[in-house]
């Protein structure tokens, strides 16, 4: 299977070739049998190959497939697939989960009338032929053994969200209705919401920023090592970190700033939210459990240069930590579910980076998989929601939804369990770990993490008690709900079994005398400088880990305080605190920033340009002035001098003209 | 003596052209159908160019020579190496498809369309062929003559300004060059054979002198900040056919008169140029991408779009190395390709609309599905995303500037999100957001029209996939003009040797790993 592993990456190929060719001649069933099949056989492949990589014990395979461009004897970059237990791991996550909201969305992107006629989305086929390509993508990006490939990987994967994120291409933005404070109160105004396509192109360009940032990464590496093969650089880190030490720095920091953009990092977070304006399924998969996390991939598989660059790593954890902070506070107040959960997903991924900066790599990737576990639980949760009340979000018009959507109810709140880092959850194991690692690092990352913690416990149960428990707000909504099929419901249930005992892969070994088997499986990959092994002793682990689970239990009981048992407490607090609770709502206004610094004085600065420079200065005044101004001196000589001779005249003043200014000038 | 190919190559379609002023011309059909058939076999016989051009030498071949006008030693010389070879095989295929889409677009004086079309395409195989200079001059400027009528006949409602501008501007550089190149005759020992000419050493102030002459000609054809006024203009009055052909072959020309003449010849010269080129290109880059956000006219986006990507060709030239080069001729082959694609895919639209304004679009994705993919694909090809030939390009561009300055490659690479940025947008309004009803009804593309844009598609994703079958024809020449320009010179050390030899000391001091 090894050998084969480019079938992981050419079966959704052909299901997105077969899908997009085809998909609209074959009809929607054949189409829904076709994407998530491809999706499955190339997790089988993948699940072959983490079998052989078991047996061979970890040690990397390269598999060879093609020369891409060679250029003299210096730049060469070969098309070959590394197999070791890193990349198998991300294989056996995209392909698994990837697989899970496949089916989903089979069900999902069809609607139902009120006779039970099944209506698939005008573009359903469209939508497997980019969710198949996601999937070949990110396959790329994690399956790569240089550089270059992760960077195509890495593009491709932004083109993907691009294309799905802005699939109802012809939605216009939508207005949110301003949050009511009761009466006598002035209701706080939010903004609209960018339509799918503007969000798409906003995602598109935020992630380019950070795409360049990243290629400038490679010059770089290619400059210092001559090479882009990570098993030709990681060898030589060392070497090269100690004859020119600032290569390995500014090489790690030029590839963190891909980071923060495609794992929507601050300050390049902005699109993550927007994203949302996507299909749900592409909410789950892609800014939810894959692609946002290929920057916790990426410094995990380069941690032998981070290992060698102290600073940035610093730099890494505290924009980890601050981003953690940072969204789960704004994740307090959103009204959208979606939302909350983007918001989520920017302040969980802030954990993952925080890890790896402090160096606890196992840590970032262990997160990153139950992550993916329990956030797309979550979104699917959320999209079984939005197809039952007919793609209305809003969690104000929700409420008493647990009776009539039990499956989808126990589901999500076993997702939010794990989010919130319950005990005994997958979340509450790996967040923990990082928490238990910072600390070791620094008690005041270890602050903001807990804290974090505790703002996710309680947002996570906002959403849940608004949604699903209480009375229904909009009885209409309420009155036509419904669970949703067997297509639906069977992936929340796989996904909720994973969210809840993912964490058996990494107990923490200090208190249980298990191995953790995360640590055991990633060991090869963190080569000679091996990862900072954090020995805490039981009691202090004993201490962090209580108290993280104190932690989250106290966020859950707020929100249930808080809405729950009385829930006017909510409204009272905004009031008192209006210009905090507006701050929060409207995102710290961060997006009408960017808005007024890059993008409107952007344009005005190109509408000058363009006006200025362009037609004024170069077209008005050299290109047609030029042959104006000789056209004026002519006609001004012509009355000095009559007749033909304005030529001779003309040719003579030019040629004092050249003359004086060669004397001049020489 | 071998057959003489490129004579072929160059005659055949004037030829063909003046066989069909023989059709009368009320058979607009087999006007088209002959012009077809023409540029058809012109393709043809280009292939054998393909598959029996030897990789391995820097030497001119399938190289015809016999003296003209023997009294000022002018020759008939012509050759190719691996730098035009893909230009005379790119002006080939062009051709058809402007030949394709000019079908039903054009609607008077057909007859004269098309051969002004193919006389333009003889025209221009032979500047990309021509060997002795005087013959390239010719050459040049007979390009100008079809093309100014291709504008100025066909054009759009501001046709005749656009002509003049265009004529007038590439006038006044070619006249520089000429002087230039009788400066050459004369001070190189009476000829005008350019290989002989390049392998001659000129005094240092009199190769600079020469340099601007020569930029004065090309820098307006690329065109380079800040003579580019022209193609906007050029571009957008110019017919769909008009469009391709400028934007596929005729500003590769100046790109192409950097690497035939001023490198090999001038090398001290272009070496110490080095930096105003790679600073001028720069200012390309950013200021046609930026120019590009405030346009509203479709055309004129395009247009301004390729003097940004032009940008990035001139700068891969100028940054002088295996890497950067390559890439800037890969990247001449790339923009021809989607650039030419854009253009074709836009005279299909207009032909339709009969209006360029962008927002008078909106919602075609719903209209024209089909259309949109394709477009979509020259879109994200325009912009560079791996898969596609654009990304190649640009790839071994920047790294290769990278390698010279990081702070050059810093400031092109900002091209991109630029690019990014413009190009998303105009797709976003022209084929998303809320259909607009005006264009309820819309025709979808025809078969003709598909036919006109698979090439294009299979070219895009070829290159992509797999650049290495390009890039195999360029290294041996492209090494050879390396060494002609920095053999001369004191040896700027370029950054690749800098980071081989670090590589190389690296490696040399670290005992081996096995894996």
């Known amino acids: 299977m090894t050998q084969l592993i480019w079938l992981v990456i050419a079966l959704p190929i052909f299901g997105m070739l077969f899908n997009g060719i085809l998909g609209r001649r074959v009809g929607y069933k054949v189409v829904s049998i076709v994407g998530p099949t491809m999706v499955f056989l190339a997790f089988l492949v993948g699940f072959g190959a983490f079998i052989e990589t078991i047996r061979r014990g970890g040690v990397a395979v390269t598999v060879h497939l093609w020369t891409w461009a060679t250029i003299g004897n210096m730049f060469s970059v070969p098309i070959n697939l590394l197999v070791d237990p890193l990349s198998i791991l991300m294989v056996l996550v995209v392909t698994g989960v990837g697989f899970l909201i496949h089916v989903y969305a089979t069900d999902y992107m069809i609607h139902r009338d009120e006779l039970g006629h099944v209506h698939p989305d005008r573009d359903f086929s469209r939508f497997f032929t980019f969710l198949n390509l996601f999937i070949a993508s990110m396959l790329i990006l994690v399956l790569g053994d240089n550089y270059l490939m992760m960077y195509v990987g890495w593009e491709l994967v932004g083109l993907c969200s691009y294309l799905l994120i802005g699939f109802w291409y012809d939605r216009p933005e939508q207005a949110q209705a301003p949050i009511d404070l009761g009466a006598d109160h002035e209701p706080i105004k939010l903004t609209p919401l960018l339509s799918p396509a503007a969000s798409g192109m906003k995602a598109f360009i935020v992630n380019r920023i950070g795409d360049v940032g990243f290629a400038l990464g490679v010059f770089l590496i290619w400059q210092t090592f001559g090479t882009l093969q990570f098993d030709k650089i990681f060898p030589f880190a060392k070497f090269v970190s100690e004859n020119s030490p600032s290569a390995i720095p500014w090489i790690t920091f030029l590839l963190f700033i891909g980071a923060m953009g495609k794992s929507a990092q601050i300050p390049l977070y902005v699109w993550l939210p927007d994203a949302m304006a996507g299909p749900t399924p592409v909410s789950a998969l892609i800014h939810a459990a894959t692609m946002v996390t290929a920057g916790v991939y990426m410094i995990v598989r380069s941690n032998a240069l981070y290992a060698l660059s102290p600073t940035v790593s610093l730099f890494i954890a505290t924009i980890g930590a601050l981003t953690a902070l940072f969204a789960a506070t704004i994740a307090l107040v959103q009204v959208d579910l979606k939302r909350i959960l983007a918001y989520s997903t920017v302040s969980q991924l802030g954990y993952m980076f925080m890890a790896v900066g402090v160096g606890a790599y196992t840590s970032g990737m262990f997160h990153l998989t139950t992550h993916a576990f329990f956030k797309a639980l979550l979104f699917l949760g959320a999209g079984s929601v939005m197809h039952a009340l007919h793609d209305v979000i809003d969690i104000r018009r929700m409420g008493g939804l647990r009776d009539k959507m039990p499956d989808t109810y126990r589901t999500f709140v076993i997702g939010g369990l794990a989010l919130a880092g319950f005990p005994l959850m997958s979340g509450f194991f790996s967040k923990d770990e990082i928490l238990a690692k910072a600390f070791e690092f620094s008690p005041i990352l270890w602050g903001i993490g807990i804290i974090t913690a505790g703002l996710t416990a309680f947002y996570t149960f906002r959403a849940i008690f608004l949604a699903f428990h209480g009375q229904p707000r909009d009885q209409h909504l309420y009155d036509h709900a419904h669970e949703n099929h067997l297509a639906i419901t069977i992936p929340l249930w796989i996904l909720a079994i994973l969210a809840m005992f993912g964490g058996l892969l990494g107990l923490p070994s200090a208190i249980i005398p298990v191995p953790h088997l995360f640590d055991k499986w990633l060991h090869s990959i963190f080569m000679a400088h091996g990862e900072v092994e954090a020995h805490a002793s039981l009691l202090k682990e004993l201490v962090l880990l209580s108290t993280s689970g104190i932690v989250a239990i106290g966020g859950i009981g707020l929100a249930y305080f808080f809405y729950v048992v009385s829930p006017t407490i909510p409204q009272n607090l905004a009031r008192q605190a209006r210009p905090l609770f507006n701050l929060l709502a409207n995102k710290y206004y961060i997006d009408e920033l960017y808005h007024e610094v890059f993008v409107k004085s952007g344009l005005g600065f190109a509408k000058n340009m363009a006006q200025g420079v362009d037609r004024l200065i170069i077209d008005a005044v050299f290109v047609d002035g030029l042959p104006k101004l000789v056209n004026s001196l002519g006609q001004m000589l012509s009355h000095l001098q009559s007749g033909y001779i304005r030529h001779y005249a003309l040719a003579t003043f030019i040629g004092v003209l050249v003359m004086v200014s060669y004397f001049f000038l020489r | ?515």
Not at chain 2, 99 to 127: D, P, T
Not at chain 2, 276 to 282: G, N
Not at chain 2, 416 to 440: C, D, H, K, T
Not at chain 2, 482 to 511: C, F, R
């Open chain 2, 1 to 515: 003596m071998s057959f003489p190919i490129l004579s072929l190559l160059i005659f055949f379609p004037i030829l063909g052209g003046i066989a069909l002023l023989g059709i009368g011309k009320e058979n607009v059909k087999g006007i088209k159908i002959m012009a077809f058939i023409v540029s058809i076999f012109e393709l043809l016989f280009s292939l054998p160019l393909w598959f029996s051009f030897d990789k391995t030498t820097y030497q001119m071949q399938f190289v015809e020579r016999h003296s003209w006008i023997s009294l000022f030693n002018i020759e008939y010389y012509l050759g190719i190496d691996g730098i035009s070879i893909l230009f005379v095989l790119l002006s080939a295929l062009i051709t058809i498809l402007c030949v394709l889409v000019s079908w039903n677009s054009i609607e008077k004086k057909v007859k004269e369309f098309f051969v002004s079309l193919l006389l333009l395409e003889g025209a221009m195989i032979g500047v990309f062929c021509a060997l002795d200079f005087f013959l390239f001059y010719i050459f040049w400027e007979a390009m100008l003559i079809p093309m100014f009528l291709l504008i100025g006949v066909w054009g759009g409602p501001n046709r005749i300004y656009a002509a003049t501008k265009f004529f007038l501007y590439t006038l006044v550089g070619s006249l520089l060059m000429l002087v230039g190149i009788i400066t050459l005759y004369i001070q190189g020992g009476n000829t005008f054979d350019i290989l002989a000419l390049a392998g001659q050493h000129y005094p240092v102030k009199l190769q600079l002198m020469l340099f601007w002459a020569f930029f004065a000609a090309f820098a307006v054809k690329v065109p380079m900040w800040p003579v580019h006024t022209w193609l906007p203009d050029a571009h957008t009055e110019a017919p769909a056919a008009g469009s391709v052909v400028l934007a596929g072959i005729l500003i590769k020309m100046g790109a192409y008169g950097f690497l035939r003449f001023s490198m090999p010849i001038l090398p001290e010269a272009t070496s110490a140029m080095m930096m105003p080129m790679l600073v001028l290109s720069l200012i390309g880059i950013v200021y046609g991408g930026i120019i590009c956000l405030a346009q509203t006219d479709l055309k004129r986006l395009i247009a301004y779009s390729s003097v940004s990507h032009m940008g990035f060709v001139t700068l891969g030239i100028f940054a002088l190395n295996t890497q950067s080069v390559e890439g800037g001729i890969l990247q001449m082959i790339n923009h021809g390709v989607v650039t030419g694609a854009l253009f074709l895919g836009i005279g299909m639209v207009y032909e339709r609309t009969h209006t360029r304004k962008i927002s008078d679009y909106g919602g075609l994705a719903t209209n024209m599905p089909v259309f949109a993919s394709f477009f979509l694909l020259f879109t994200l090809a325009s912009v560079g995303l791996p898969g596609t030939n654009g990304f190649i390009g640009e790839l071994l561009i920047l790294l290769g500037s990278f390698l010279t300055k990081p702070w050059v490659a810093l400031i092109a690479a900002s091209g991109l999100i630029i690019g990014a940025w413009y190009m998303l947008w105009l797709y976003q309004r022209i084929f998303f957001n809320p259909v607009n009803s005006r264009w309820n009804g819309i025709k979808e593309l025809d078969a003709r029209e598909i036919a006109t844009f698979l090439p294009m598609v299979i070219l895009i994703f070829w290159i992509g996939l797999y650049p290495n079958s390009m890039l195999e024809y360029m290294h041996v020449s492209v090494a050879h003009l390396l060494e002609q320009v920095t053999g001369n010179t004191a040896g700027i050390p370029s950054g690749v040797e800098v980071a081989v030899d670090t590589a190389v000391k690296a490696t040399s001091h670290l005992p081996q790993v096995s894996h």
